[in-house]
């Protein structure tokens, strides 16, 4: 069944995991517990690369992590210091080939690497590479930026890795494991996140906070926009490469990528929402006798929306947990009937009721008319549905996966026009400015360019997609 | 990982579904859709039969019900009329003989039969047809009726069907196919739940009202206990086998087992379990600052609660819905770790609050202290446990798998001493009153046996469990 | 792809295997190699069942033997007694619920049952039992065994398993585990083979000797037609049942079924068919320069043609080991090509050469036409099939899956009108009579019915086929 | 099980296919049957790569042919120009990624290349690649023969194939995809063997003639030692790029590798071996009364040693087609036993016989001495042996896989030692003019260095193994 709650999400982006621990033993087991905590970054392939006495191997294939590996499996790959990767694929054709991390051999001995984020200029790269005869075997960046730090190995791993990431431009969380080292980078915008945290006897680095707390290991700090961070027998040192950027944290990972109960940049994604959720019952209040969420990604906001109007917060809709992903491909009857296998609604409970249904952003608007009909069919008097975040407007060419602009139903319809197609009684979303708020930063520290067009670099034209895989 | 949040809930059943509509196309995939939204009820096996020009097909399997099946076998199994099973099994040996329906042939044809319950005579029965030299081929219930069945097909099948069925004592929801017709039974108690849809052309019966609805078909009513419906091209009969028996509808039903978005005998689940929410809030109440649920089952006590006390509800714990149920075995260190695979606090929340736990029930108690502790270690000052049913002191014989009395903390504990064992601040149950209420029949209406011992009818000996397997 | 080399033989039956050796280690692994080795006789479904301090366990799937287990699978199966059977189904429809052994719950406790054969009063034995209430939940002869067999616990199990056999009619190698024995039946005219092996402190029964190779036993004898023997804590008790039917040992067996290492009632299959071979070359010789098998079944007459006629035996055909069951399903024109994946010819061994080619049976007649056209095409200037058993001319009754007459070529074409329809120069089969000097039996003492329809007992009629799986 | 029969086996190497038949259907079908034809050379991955409209597609997977591939899959690969690849890999370690075909992007478009063979100078190559800033993501050979094509891209294609295969040293048999052309080439010493053919509207090139006889092509012509051929729209274009070498064509295709329906370098590989069979009974005549072959491959040899001797060819050991290469672990006891699943006596047959036993080669020495007893076991008064190729004594630099020196047997013990050894009564090799003599080339045409140390270029130092993996 297609999946028409997620239809109209904008897809998740890939998740790394790194760590440096040499002697303590299951290295290779907290990488999967990481991935595991990180899997709503991305549910198509999962991988690990581990070294143990500068022995690299590494697992990686299509599936979720708990599909992927096994005891067996992890015990066959024993480490001191290790990288993880899960990885959502933008195109239908996903080549294990492309799965994370990716791991080389060069002049020196093995990298290996694991990538989240989106290049802008990788295509500019690999031509160059490719007329001084290199050749290429598979379609993610990650390829690219090896072959840029093999490229500058005489200069030592530690300068090749940062000569590397100076020629690169897009948004990047990079853990590479080089020359007995687990190396971090964050771009210099610090578009995609990445934190460190301690454990007993190493470090961990890992895009989101929920994977440090499944490892036991201890929130130390963000890594810095425009930071490397190198982990080895003497410890940590952080080189700033680039401090000439502004920062521009992507505000899509408090809307709705990041796990509610991860700290990003220093702000926690649950309250980020709940804030959200308050600013928008200010923005746009509404009469009504209950709030409910779309789940799960709309309670934060409904509950701080119900906090804020005082109207209560309650459940009108309920997901079946045993709903996979692939099934059975029902005809046109049966897929009308097939949506109420994801999501059902609490007849009893809305009966006679005006409801405020909170989502957290509507990419395609299919998915609220739907919801708009199942509930008013079940009894809901009025549907006001409120948006924790406004109107996707512009392409992201920092590794989420957004429709062409002129799907993108904040692109070409207005507000009016949206609540019309929705049949919703009314429909507010939270502006830019609440938005920003809700997170607590300053607006020129955040990306907000899907929401405005205010992109942090200069970036492709429309059209003019950039032919690699993101991640 | 051995899943610590399940090993302190009483285990589900099974779940029936019955579809009778022939000339509709895609029988097979209803039945398929309904299994899904019975996932909740079993999820060892899952199995489908259908009658098609008087010809039985079956397929079932280990697994749940989208690993079971594919559109391909769907497509091999065109029905008339079908049934379909989901089973949790209570014993670590799981043949896939044990698992339903069952399908036999007898004199006159073949029988199809899915049974939710168990049986407290079936020893007995078997041990009598044995005599007759008898054979059997699986530790099933439903092995049992359907010899009895067979036994009396001289009568014709619906007096076969009566007559075996008075001969049955316990717990049961049947569905049959049977010469041609589709046959629901619910036992003289109702202790197992039952219903009855219409759809387009056809009339579809299921453990709960949340299959009907996807698969389209409208509510009637409940099967009423001691009532026998048979379904055929003359439309529904009703037969009424048994009426000396008092009605005892289980009331976990409420308390857990059953979908919040079911209707079972009239009330609906979301709603009586918020309900038990704010009946306990005014039992119990205490001062704090956040009501919080253990996920997903307390969610909507703990809004009632909420509501109630006035206390806001929020979120302080979060699930992790990549987490399958199987996974890589854990060394003692690393399980304590992978809890938080399953289950992660949202410490910016909860820090420095007061907080009221709302868990649906407590088997053994171990759960409790380790959320108590995570909680109390992410910042939360108090945390008082508030649980949405009464103490559970006895083993169920109708179809629950309760462990052992000495297991169940309700019977072996005070609660001061259980209290001390979670290391909560202060602990409260709902009243087997306050239970009853929050569902609102008459208490001599509902099995409260779990709680207090009263049985509707005759059990075995503690030590003593019938040795068929349960479903 | 059709198996086009297959297509044209008749299709083997079933294998059983018993051990039964208490103390010794292993017997689950044991009953595994010899169900490989018996693996020709059945490549659909595998399945032991094994009894150990008075505890029944079993284990079965589609499958061959090699898929079906694993050590992991063979661990949990501790024995102290042990059957097992390999399968071939005659239906496209082969549930597993079909497979065997056959394990049932009687009175006295378990019974383990597998059968090799067919019987033809199957489904009359079947309708009394139904009158008297039996259900059935497989289509295979052995649940009709079992259920006579439990019908008469009351004479104790050693009589009840005489008084059943007595009732059933047809042809069965039966091994039973029954209240601590093994149980060993052979029909009154030994029509399919049964044989017992010594091993260390233990014996094993098996439907060929080549089974008792591979586990390390030393054959003892053939059971006897009309013979059961119980093996126990007192060694083996021989009990003649029914000494009143002539022997009618299967002629099939040393054509075709069985291996050529091993020795069916006394004499080994290889030099069977090398003596057919021979008398073959004395009956239809013909001028030629070289004698070719059809690979692998040919091979034994061929050598024998080629000693006695003196024309030297050489390969003409060469078989694809690699080839397996199923495969991408090819259209009309790739099918052509397909059947080289399976057979190639040895072109220059044989160009311009006068070839024989032995084939130990045609059934349809459309594989040899094409064998002859590809070995003409590789130059061969005259091809002379020799067929080293009779024209199959009548259904088989006893475990054999025969087309319905109309399609034997053998029924319904004579001989020259066969050679035309392969298109070779000459073709000659062996006679009844050269068949059974071949053996080295009387007459008397086979079963030659489908080569002359001289039936050892009565049997349905044409297009009255039984209605239970053959096996 | 160990595999006692391969053990003593030298193994094989791989097996290339390449299609050029833009417009004609099927085409991957076609490199799946040509593939299950070559599977013999190869049983660890299978892959093929193909080009549509310039779109390049693959896959590539661990497994048999069979297994990998599907109808399905092939559905999804459309083709004009197609290649594929069997592979068996040297070492444990069997990472997907080392599965072939490999395809790479460059920077005029895309390579697709599969390699049969093994360089001396892959290492020394690399090394400088990686000087030069070069990355590897693969042990394959292939990898750097992609990487000196795209170095030499700004040539043209043509010329870029050509400046890259004279750099490489060793054996080499390729298929490659690139700009539209099928382009096939083979060392200058024609070490591993290619051949083309012409199909309807295409060619086909394949390591063995067998895999054109099942896509019903028609054998043209060997490539030759130093040749390149492209295949495009205008046709076969062929060059000779280094006729500097010696021919030295591989012994071991003819004495074990091949199948015996190939026909390599002009010469069909059955007859070669009857011939050698011949010879050797010329050289090493013995009274005896009987002569059989190991199974399969020892069968040609024999009859070619029957027919020169007049000592009758017939058959003492016979095999398992059903025992698969992989299965349950026994223990030391059944592991005795369990050779028996794989090769058993024909007792009856050879009993009180004097066997000549043919072997076409003895790597170890330890599977002969089984044989041996086992014949013996069964009555066999004597059992002579003898080998149809010459003692091997040389490792393999050319893409076979021989274990180290120390471990054959042919370069540490006398030809009475490992008499001895075998406990045969006696012991006799073919001599390498007879080995020579018996494929029909000159002595200083083929290579026979594993036999005699007489490399056809120089090779690495014993101990000094090519790190690459060999193909």
């Not at 028409?4 to 999400?9: A, N, P, Q, R, T």
């Not at 006897?201 to 963000?222: K, M, P, Q, W």
């Not at 709903?323 to 809305?350: C, H, W, Y």
């Amino acid at each position: 069944m297609t999946d028409f709650l997620e239809l109209d999400k904008l897809k998740e982006e890939c998740g790394v995991i790194g760590v440096y621990a040499p002697g303590v033993e299951n290295i290779s087991q907290m990488l999967c517990f990481g991935l595991i905590a990180l899997q709503h970054r991305g549910q198509e392939s999962a991988g690990i690369a581990v070294l143990k006495d500068r022995k690299m191997q590494y697992y990686k294939e299509m599936g979720l992590v708990q599909e992927v590996f096994s005891s067996e499996i992890l015990d066959r790959l024993p480490a001191d210091i290790g990288i993880g990767h899960v990885r959502y694929s933008t195109t239908g054709e996903s080549y294990v080939s492309n799965a994370q991390p990716l791991v080389v051999r060069y002049k020196g001995g093995s990298i290996a690497l694991a990538h989240n984020g989106n290049l802008v200029n990788a295509g500019e790269i690999r031509d160059r590479l490719e007329d001084e005869g290199s050749i290429f075997q598979t379609s993610i960046d990650s390829e690219v930026i090896a072959n840029l730090i093999a490229k500058n190995y005489h200069l030592g791993m530690r300068e090749a890795v940062i000569e590397a990431v100076k020629e690169i431009r897009g948004s990047f969380a990079l853990v590479v494991i080089i020359d007995n080292m687990l190396v971090g980078v964050r771009d210099p915008h610090g578009l995609r996140p990445l934190s460190l945290a301690k454990m007993d006897n190493g470090y961990v680095l890992a895009s989101e906070t929920c994977a440090h707390d499944v490892v036991g290991a201890e929130f130390i700090r963000d890594i810095e926009p425009g930071e490397i961070v190198v982990i080895d027998e003497n410890g940590i040192e952080s080189i700033m490469y680039d401090e000439t950027k502004r920062k521009a944290v992507c505000c899509f990972e408090y809307v709705y990528f990041a796990r509610p109960d991860s700290i990003i940049d220093g702000k926690n994604v649950f309250i980020t929402r709940k804030k959200a959720g308050k600013i928008l019952a200010q923005e746009s209040p509404v009469e009504a006798d209950m709030v409910i969420a779309v789940p799960d990604s709309g309670i934060a906001a409904a509950i701080g929306y119900a906090e804020e109007s005082g109207i209560p917060f309650d459940i009108g809709l309920i997901k079946n947990k045993y709903m996979g992903r692939t099934f059975i491909q029902p005809d046109q009857k049966s897929r009308e009937l097939a949506v109420r296998l994801k999501l059902n609604t609490m007849r009893e409970n809305i009966e006679g009721k005006r409801l405020i249904l909170i989502d957290d952003s509507i990419v395609r608007g299919t998915t609220s008319r739907r919801l708009v009909n199942m509930l008013k069919e079940a009894g809901a008097t009025e549907v006001h549905i409120r948006v924790s975040s406004p109107p996707v407007s512009h392409s992201c060419y920092f590794g989420i996966d957004t429709p062409n602009r002129a799907q993108l139903i904040g692109a070409t319809h207005t507000i009016e026009q949206i609540r019309e197609m929705t049949e919703a009684d009314s429909l507010a979303y939270l502006s830019v400015e609440g938005l920003v708020e809700s997170i607590g930063m300053k607006k020129n520290e955040l990306c907000t360019a899907c929401f405005n067009g205010d992109y942090p670099m200069d970036v492709p034209k429309e059209g003019d997609k950039n032919m690699f895989e993101k991640c």
